[in-house]
Protein backbone atom coordinates (compact mmCIF):
# COMPACT_ATOMS: atom_id res chain seq x y z
CA UNK A 1 0.00 0.00 0.00
CA UNK A 2 2.85 2.20 1.10
CA UNK A 3 4.80 1.60 -2.16
CA UNK A 4 1.55 2.38 -4.47
CA UNK A 5 1.27 5.55 -2.65
CA UNK A 6 4.46 6.44 -3.49
CA UNK A 7 4.32 5.45 -6.68
CA UNK A 8 1.59 7.74 -7.41
CA UNK A 9 3.37 10.68 -5.93
CA UNK A 10 5.99 9.62 -8.39
CA UNK A 11 4.00 9.98 -11.05
CA UNK A 12 1.96 13.02 -10.50
CA UNK A 13 5.39 15.30 -9.76
CA UNK A 14 6.55 13.59 -13.58
CA UNK A 15 3.33 14.89 -15.00
CA UNK A 16 3.75 17.94 -12.81
CA UNK A 17 7.44 18.69 -14.44
CA UNK A 18 6.41 17.62 -17.69
CA UNK A 19 2.95 19.04 -18.39
CA UNK A 20 2.13 22.44 -19.85
CA UNK A 21 1.98 24.83 -16.88
CA UNK A 22 -0.03 27.60 -19.40
CA UNK A 23 -2.88 25.69 -19.84
CA UNK A 24 -2.92 24.61 -16.16
CA UNK A 25 -2.44 28.32 -15.09
CA UNK A 26 -4.84 29.21 -17.52
CA UNK A 27 -7.24 26.94 -16.38
CA UNK A 28 -6.58 27.71 -12.49
CA UNK A 29 -7.25 31.73 -13.60
CA UNK A 30 -10.14 31.51 -15.49
CA UNK A 31 -11.91 29.09 -12.60
CA UNK A 32 -10.62 32.06 -10.36
CA UNK A 33 -12.69 34.33 -12.52
CA UNK A 34 -15.61 32.52 -13.21
CA UNK A 35 -15.61 31.53 -9.34
CA UNK A 36 -15.94 35.70 -8.69
CA UNK A 37 -18.34 36.17 -11.78
CA UNK A 38 -20.84 34.20 -10.24
CA UNK A 39 -20.36 34.91 -6.60
CA UNK A 40 -20.24 38.91 -7.42
CA UNK A 41 -23.72 38.08 -9.22
CA UNK A 42 -25.56 36.36 -6.26
CA UNK A 43 -24.34 39.36 -3.92
CA UNK A 44 -25.99 41.71 -6.73
CA UNK A 45 -29.23 39.54 -7.59
CA UNK A 46 -29.22 39.40 -3.40
CA UNK A 47 -28.75 42.75 -2.99
CA UNK A 48 -31.34 43.79 -5.55
CA UNK A 49 -34.05 41.01 -4.18
CA UNK A 50 -33.36 42.45 -0.43
CA UNK A 51 -34.00 46.26 -2.39
CA UNK A 52 -37.49 44.40 -3.26
CA UNK A 53 -38.61 43.43 -0.27
CA UNK A 54 -37.76 46.30 1.19
CA UNK A 55 -39.30 48.87 -0.93
CA UNK A 56 -42.55 46.49 -1.05
CA UNK A 57 -42.53 46.20 2.46
CA UNK A 58 -42.40 50.17 2.91
CA UNK A 59 -45.43 49.99 0.47
CA UNK A 60 -47.47 47.82 1.69
CA UNK A 61 -46.95 50.07 5.25
CA UNK A 62 -47.54 52.68 3.51
CA UNK A 63 -50.82 51.27 2.40
CA UNK A 64 -51.82 50.00 5.40
CA UNK A 65 -51.39 53.68 6.96
CA UNK A 66 -53.51 55.45 4.47
CA UNK A 67 -56.51 52.77 4.25
CA UNK A 68 -56.69 53.00 8.21
CA UNK A 69 -56.78 56.80 7.94
CA UNK A 70 -59.30 56.45 5.21
CA UNK A 71 -61.34 53.80 7.42
CA UNK A 72 -61.33 55.74 10.58
CA UNK A 73 -61.88 59.47 9.49
CA UNK A 74 -64.25 58.67 6.55
CA UNK A 75 -66.36 55.23 7.32
CA UNK A 76 -69.65 55.81 6.58
CA UNK A 77 -69.41 58.35 4.00
CA UNK A 78 -69.85 58.45 0.53
CA UNK A 79 -67.28 57.05 -1.50
CA UNK A 80 -66.24 60.58 -2.85
CA UNK A 81 -65.47 61.39 0.82
CA UNK A 82 -63.20 58.74 1.13
CA UNK A 83 -61.37 59.51 -1.79
CA UNK A 84 -61.07 63.00 -0.84
CA UNK A 85 -59.29 61.90 2.54
CA UNK A 86 -57.24 59.82 1.13
CA UNK A 87 -56.36 62.53 -1.69
CA UNK A 88 -55.52 64.99 0.77
CA UNK A 89 -53.49 62.62 2.65
CA UNK A 90 -51.74 61.86 -0.54
CA UNK A 91 -51.28 66.07 -1.28
CA UNK A 92 -50.05 66.69 2.35
CA UNK A 93 -47.29 63.78 1.30
CA UNK A 94 -46.40 65.50 -1.70
CA UNK A 95 -46.60 68.82 -0.23
CA UNK A 96 -43.26 70.51 1.68
CA UNK A 97 -45.03 71.30 3.96
CA UNK A 98 -45.86 67.86 5.57
CA UNK A 99 -43.40 64.48 6.00
CA UNK A 100 -42.46 62.79 3.06
CA UNK A 101 -44.10 59.51 3.88
CA UNK A 102 -47.79 58.64 4.37
CA UNK A 103 -47.04 57.00 7.62
CA UNK A 104 -45.33 60.16 8.93
CA UNK A 105 -48.30 62.34 7.59
CA UNK A 106 -51.18 60.29 9.16
CA UNK A 107 -49.30 60.13 12.76
CA UNK A 108 -47.54 63.70 12.47
CA UNK A 109 -47.99 65.72 15.89
CA UNK A 110 -47.90 69.31 16.25
CA UNK A 111 -48.25 71.64 19.19
CA UNK A 112 -51.45 73.39 20.68
CA UNK A 113 -51.09 75.81 22.75
CA UNK A 114 -54.57 76.05 23.66
CA UNK A 115 -54.34 72.43 25.43
CA UNK A 116 -50.82 72.35 25.98
CA UNK A 117 -49.67 69.25 24.25
CA UNK A 118 -49.05 67.61 21.16
CA UNK A 119 -52.08 66.45 19.03
CA UNK A 120 -52.27 64.24 15.96
CA UNK A 121 -53.05 65.96 12.55
CA UNK A 122 -56.03 63.32 12.16
CA UNK A 123 -58.70 63.02 15.17
CA UNK A 124 -58.78 59.09 15.37
CA UNK A 125 -54.28 59.06 15.61
CA UNK A 126 -54.95 60.62 19.21
CA UNK A 127 -57.22 57.11 20.44
CA UNK A 128 -54.86 55.12 23.05
CA UNK A 129 -56.74 52.14 21.35
CA UNK A 130 -59.12 51.53 18.51
CA UNK A 131 -61.35 48.52 17.02
CA UNK A 132 -59.25 46.52 14.17
CA UNK A 133 -60.82 47.51 11.38
CA UNK A 134 -63.12 44.64 9.32
CA UNK A 135 -66.00 43.87 7.25
CA UNK A 136 -66.50 45.83 3.92
CA UNK A 137 -65.99 48.91 5.25
CA UNK A 138 -62.44 47.84 5.83
CA UNK A 139 -62.59 45.99 2.15
CA UNK A 140 -63.54 49.28 1.23
CA UNK A 141 -61.10 51.61 2.19
CA UNK A 142 -58.20 49.44 1.64
CA UNK A 143 -59.63 49.86 -2.50
CA UNK A 144 -60.29 53.64 -1.97
CA UNK A 145 -56.17 53.49 -0.34
CA UNK A 146 -54.76 51.89 -3.33
CA UNK A 147 -56.52 53.32 -6.01
CA UNK A 148 -55.09 56.82 -4.99
CA UNK A 149 -51.86 55.53 -3.78
CA UNK A 150 -51.07 53.92 -7.27
CA UNK A 151 -52.78 57.13 -8.70
CA UNK A 152 -55.59 55.03 -10.30
CA UNK A 153 -57.91 57.70 -9.44
CA UNK A 154 -58.51 61.30 -11.18
CA UNK A 155 -57.79 63.87 -8.13
CA UNK A 156 -60.64 65.97 -7.77
CA UNK A 157 -60.01 68.31 -4.67
CA UNK A 158 -57.10 70.48 -6.77
CA UNK A 159 -54.30 70.34 -4.29
CA UNK A 160 -56.33 70.54 -0.77
CA UNK A 161 -54.67 70.02 2.06
CA UNK A 162 -56.82 70.17 5.18
CA UNK A 163 -60.35 69.04 6.02
CA UNK A 164 -62.35 69.17 8.79
CA UNK A 165 -65.93 67.88 9.61
CA UNK A 166 -68.96 69.94 8.81
CA UNK A 167 -70.06 70.02 12.22
CA UNK A 168 -67.02 72.04 13.92
CA UNK A 169 -65.55 75.47 12.82
CA UNK A 170 -62.02 75.04 13.34
CA UNK A 171 -59.87 78.94 14.13
CA UNK A 172 -57.10 77.60 11.37
CA UNK A 173 -60.19 77.23 8.71
CA UNK A 174 -60.82 81.12 8.16
CA UNK A 175 -56.90 81.33 7.30
CA UNK A 176 -57.68 78.68 3.72
CA UNK A 177 -59.48 78.75 1.08
CA UNK A 178 -62.45 76.05 0.84
CA UNK A 179 -62.22 73.99 -2.48
CA UNK A 180 -65.84 71.91 -1.70
CA UNK A 181 -68.06 70.03 0.58
CA UNK A 182 -68.52 66.33 0.26
CA UNK A 183 -70.64 64.30 2.72
CA UNK A 184 -69.46 65.66 6.35
CA UNK A 185 -66.81 67.16 5.32
CA UNK A 186 -65.42 70.27 4.47
CA UNK A 187 -62.42 70.61 2.24
CA UNK A 188 -59.23 73.49 2.21
CA UNK A 189 -56.30 74.61 0.60
Avoid at 20 to 34: E, G, N, P, Q, R
Avoid at 72 to 85: N, T
Avoid at 152 to 175: C, D, N, V
Amino acid sequence: MLYAYADLRRSLRYYWYRADKAAWLFTAFAATIVGGLVLGLQSVFTYQDARRLRERAFHNESLACLARNVYFEARGEPLAGQFAVAEVTMNRKASRLFPRTVCEVVYQQSWDPMRKRLVGAFSWTEFKKLPEPTGDEWQRAQQVAQAVYYNRYTPQLQGALYFHASYIRPEWAKEKRRVTRIGRHVFYK
